[in-house]
């Protein structure tokens, strides 16, 4: 069975880092497209960043460019995001998902939450 | 504010069709595929449509999409009680080098 568990979140003062990992399992993990989307409490979703299955190019919204970085491995058929610099505005529940890009996200994780606060 | 745009919420009783649209631009809808999801209250959200009017496997065939131009649409149809949720159109923005949602339509079942 196809699935992607997340995991990492936590309490952070703002200025932290947190890094959180999505496993994924029941799939070719290397033949598949990745994205990071999140959704801050009360609000809709929000595309965070989208890795292809080669992880050869990397985007990212603007609102977390330059702070987040996203990667995969393949052999491990995990998912990673880290991110540096968080901002109160950055707490949210953190989904991976399986696709993204031009093409449908098609399998999402049950979520890890964030919270940024002093 | 969100780059494809949504009405806030939309309404209907048991039975009723419903029609949820979503308007973005050339540089979004008008060239790439648009993408639905269903997110029922306090789940992870689910693909609903993909490719602008393909159902995946496990959705019933209640829900339709369909795209003209910039604009696309999610259609309802013998509405239930379990559709209660949030619905989102999204689409790959050239311009931006990401992908765009809609703020979201609350959707209630009178």
């Known amino acids: ?118 | 504010q969100s780059v494809l745009t949504q009405s806030p919420s939309a309404s209907g009783t048991p039975g009723q069709r419903v029609t949820i649209s979503c308007s973005g631009s050339r540089s979004n809808i008008g060239v790439n595929y648009v993408c639905w999801y269903q997110q029922l209250p306090g789940t992870a959200p689910k693909l609903l449509i993909s490719r602008n009017d393909q159902r995946p496997s496990g959705v019933p065939d209640r829900f339709s999409g369909s795209k003209s131009g910039t604009s696309a649409s999610l259609a309802i149809s013998g509405l239930r009680s379990e559709d209660e949720a949030d619905y989102y159109c999204a689409a790959w923005d050239d311009n931006l080098r990401g992908l765009a949602f809609g703020g979201g339509t609350k959707l209630t079942v009178l």
């Open chain 1, 1 to 118: 069975q196809v699935h992607l568990v997340e995991s990492g979140g936590a309490l952070v003062k703002p200025g932290g880092s947190l890094r959180l990992s999505c496993a994924a399992s029941g799939f070719s993990f290397s033949d598949y497209h990745m994205t990071w989307m999140r959704q801050a409490p009360g609000k809709g979703l929000e595309w965070i960043s989208y890795i292809p299955n080669s992880g050869a190019f990397k985007y990212y919204a603007d609102s977390v460019k330059g702070r987040f970085t996203i990667s995969r491995d393949n052999v491990q058929t995990s998912l990673d995001l880290q991110m540096n610099s968080l901002r109160v505005e950055d707490t949210a529940v953190y989904y991976c998902a399986r696709g993204g890009g031009f093409d449908a996200m098609d399998v999402w994780g049950q979520g890890t939450t964030v919270t940024v606060s002093s």
